[in-house]
């Protein structure tokens, strides 16, 4: 999917999403704002978050901290954002 409507930060996050080895510092705010950008986040009232990016859905744990330190959280994050057809801009 071509993302031209992101901004650099938008593209930072998307590329640390798909970056090997899984980084283990991902601002969380970064990114809740690059998936606003692809499509849209809605806050649950139990506090989690619903995502959907074309026909794609996911539901997201916000992390105790205020980045994603989990391999397995920025893996589903990374899987979602390939289910939906996204992937990082050419370097």
Known sequence: MPTPHLN???????RTIFQHPVSHNLDWRQVVRLLS??????????G?????INDQEAV?????????NNVDEVMQIRH???????SPPPA
């Open 8 to 14: 650099g930060k938008h593209e930072t996050t998307l």
């Open 37 to 46: 950008a692809l499509g849209t986040v809605d806050e649950r009232p139990d």
């Open 48 to 52: 989690r978050l619903t995502a959907r």
């Open 60 to 68: 997201l744990h916000r992390p105790r901290r205020k980045d994603l």
């Open 80 to 86: 979602f954002l390939e289910r939906a057809g996204v």
